[in-house]
């Protein structure tokens, strides 16, 4: 442990550095930032969509369990069809649990799921049929998001 000990600090017997041995560079000891009016935006629409993600997996969830009238069975969907319900059903739920957190993972994961979904929807229709006004609304969630999040970086205060 010596090895991996930064020069010039001294360590106690379980690897921490003991009282009054300078700075200590831990990330939580960092003056937080101070939140602009962005930031807050960008929170209420990052949870406003959770919920929105969450109601898009319990309505994925329900085609996988058949609880909608009048809809195929999922049993007698196609394989590639099947797959793509099954990866959406678990991904939204990930990424809404991440964007109600507003942690930069769930931000990640929610791209990813919103960007799978229209890609899939653009050039596999028969894998994920989505109607152009749902595609044109879901890019334009993503949309915002980008802008927000770029005037939340922006805005110093």
């Known amino acids: 442990?010596?090895?991996?000990?930064?020069?010039?600090?001294?360590?106690?017997?379980?690897?921490?550095?003991?009282?009054?041995?300078?700075?200590?560079?831990?990330?939580?000891?960092?003056a937080p930032r101070q939140q602009t009016r962005w930031d807050v935006v960008l929170v209420w629409f990052m949870r406003i969509t959770a919920l929105a993600w969450v109601a898009k997996g319990l309505a994925t969830w329900g085609?996988?369990?058949?609880?909608?009238?009048?809809a195929t069975p999922f049993a007698d969907l196609s394989a590639g069809r099947q797959a793509a319900i099954v990866y959406f059903a678990?991904?939204?739920?990930?990424?809404?649990?991440?964007?109600?957190?507003?942690?930069?993972?769930?931000?990640?994961?929610?791209?990813?799921?919103?960007?799978?979904?229209?890609?899939?929807?653009?050039?596999?229709?028969?894998?994920?049929?989505?109607?152009?006004p749902l595609i044109a609304v879901q890019a334009s969630i993503v949309a915002i998001y980008f802008?927000?999040?770029?005037?939340?970086?922006?805005?110093v205060g």
């Open 147 to 155: 802008v927000l999040s770029w005037l939340a970086a922006r805005d």
């Open 1 to 30: 442990m010596r090895a991996l000990a930064k020069v010039g600090t001294t360590r106690d017997g379980r690897g921490r550095p003991s009282a009054g041995s300078g700075p200590v560079d831990r990330i939580e000891e960092a």
């Open 63 to 70: 085609q996988i369990l058949d609880l909608w009238p009048g």
């Open 90 to 132: 678990v991904i939204d739920f990930v990424a809404a649990v991440g964007l109600w957190l507003t942690s930069a993972w769930g931000g990640v994961v929610w791209l990813l799921a919103a960007t799978s979904a229209l890609t899939l929807a653009a050039l596999t229709p028969q894998l994920l049929p989505m109607s152009a």
